[in-house]
C-alpha cells in the first residue's frame, strides 16, 4: 500500500493538536440530542487551533434545521456549520457529504460522531493523540457508555457464521467454546487493536479515506462501520479501541433499532440488509446463506430451550420471518447487494 512516511506522523508534542480535525455528525430529527452534543464538543475544540463540524440534516422534515441553525447562530459557534439536505440517503450518504467536505478543507482527520452522543472531557483530544503516536493506526473508536459511566460494548469482531452461532444460541457452553468468533467480547480497560469500532464515535486518519474511498453509500444504515474497517483492514490500516476517549452514547435514541429499553421493537428492512449486503460483499453469496441458515437453526434452538425454562421474550418481533424475507437462502431477489432500503 502507498503510504507516506512514517516520520511525518511523529510530531514533537507541542505541535499535537495543530493537526485539522472535522467532525461530521448525520442528523434526522434529533435536533435536541443533536444541539446538545454540539455543546459537549465546545471545551473539547478549544484544544484544538484548526478544527469544524459539519452537521448534515438527512432531509428531517422536522424543526431540526431550524433549530439547529438558531443554536450554532446563537452559541456563536462559529466552528460549526448546518447541512441541510433535500433526500434522506441514509447514515452512509449523509456523513460522505460531511466527509468530501472535511477532504477537501484539507483535514487531516475526521471524526464520525453521532447525534446521540455526548463527549466527555478529552474524548477528541485522546483519539487525536492515539493516531498521531501510532502511525499504523487508521482509525480509532471512542470507549462508548451510558451517562452513568456504565461502560457499552463497542469494540469488536467481523461478523461470521460461528460468531452469529454463538449470539443466537446464548447458550453457557457454546460461548465459551465459539470465544475467538464472540462478536461483541468484553472491553478491554487497554487500548488495543480489533476488527471494527462503532461508528457512533470514530476518528478516521486522512490516509485511509485516500486510499480506500469513503463510507460505502448502499448502506442505508447499520453495517457501514464494519464494511468500511474491513476495508481499511485490507488496505493495511488497523482500527483500535482507545477507552482513554469516553463518550457517553444513548444507545438508540436517533433510529430506535437498539434503544436497550426495547430489545423486543421490530427491526426494520433496512438493517436485514445491510447485514446481507455486508455479507455478500465479503463472503459471497453460499456463505451468506449459509450464515442465515446458521442463525435460523441457533434460533430454533433458543426457542425450545426458551420454552423449557420459561425464559423471557426478547428476541426482536418478526425476526424469523424478516429474516427470510431479507435472505439470499431461500429468496433470489436477495442476491443483490443493491439497497432497497428507504427512509422511515
Same mark, same amino acid.
Given at each position: ?44 475544540? @478549544? ?141 478491554? @480497560?487497554?487500548?488495543? %487493536?480489533?476488527?471494527?469500532? @462503532? ?38 490500516? %488497523? ?106
Amino acid at each position: 500500500m502507498a503510504r507516506a512516511s512514517i516520520f511525518r506522523y511523529i510530531k514533537p508534542v507541542t505541535e499535537l493538536y495543530e493537526a485539522k480535525v472535522s467532525v461530521a455528525i448525520v442528523n434526522y430529527r434529533t435536533p435536541s440530542l443533536c444541539i446538545a452534543s454540539l455543546a459537549s464538543l465546545e471545551p473539547e475544540l @478549544a484544544q484544538l487551533k484548526n478544527a469544524h463540524v459539519y452537521v448534515v440534516d438527512n432531509h428531517s422534515r422536522d424543526n431540526s434545521v431550524r433549530e439547529i441553525q438558531h443554536a450554532i447562530e446563537a452559541r456563536r459557534w462559529s466552528w460549526a456549520t448546518c447541512l441541510p439536505l433535500d433526500i434522506n440517503g441514509g447514515y452512509s450518504a449523509g456523513n460522505n457529504i460531511a466527509i468530501r467536505r472535511a477532504l477537501d478543507e484539507s483535514s487531516d482527520y475526521v471524526l464520525l460522531l453521532n447525534p446521540d452522543t455526548e463527549v466527555r472531557s478529552g474524548a477528541v483530544v485522546h483519539l487525536l493523540r492515539f493516531l498521531e503516536t501510532h502511525p499504523e493506526a487508521g482509525i480509532a473508536g471512542s470507549r462508548l457508555e451510558d451517562a452513568d459511566g456504565t461502560v457499552q460494548r463497542s469494540a469488536f469482531r467481523f461478523p461470521s457464521a460461528l460468531g452469529e452461532l454463538d449470539e443466537a444460541l446464548r447458550f453457557g457452553l457454546a460461548t465459551r467454546a465459539l470465544s475467538r468468533w464472540t462478536i461483541a467480547p468484553a472491553p478491554s @480497560a487497554t487500548a488495543e %487493536s480489533v476488527d471494527w469500532v @462503532a461508528g457512533a464515535s470514530m476518528m478516521v486518519r486522512r490516509e485511509v479515506f485516500d486510499v480506500i474511498g469513503l463510507l460505502d453509500p448502499e448502506y442505508f444504515l447499520y453495517f457501514e462501520e464494519v464494511d468500511f474497517c474491513r476495508r481499511a483492514r485490507q488496505a493495511g490500516w %488497523s482500527s483500535w479501541y482507545v477507552p482513554e476517549s469516553r463518550v457517553v452514547h444513548y444507545v438508540g435514541q436517533s433510529t430506535g433499532v437498539t434503544n436497550a429499553a426495547d430489545q423486543t421493537r421490530r427491526r426494520p428492512g433496512y438493517w436485514f440488509e445491510s447485514r446481507r449486503r455486508y455479507f455478500l460483499k465479503h463472503h459471497g453469496l453460499a456463505y451468506a446463506a449459509a450464515v442465515d441458515a446458521v442463525a435460523l437453526g441457533a434460533t430454533g434452538l433458543w426457542r425450545v430451550r426458551r420454552q423449557i425454562q420459561r425464559k423471557p421474550r426478547d428476541e426482536p418481533q418478526h425476526f424469523v420471518r424478516d429474516l427470510v424475507s431479507h435472505s439470499p437462502l431461500l429468496n433470489p431477489r436477495a442476491w443483490s447487494t443493491r439497497k432497497r432500503g428507504v427512509a422511515p
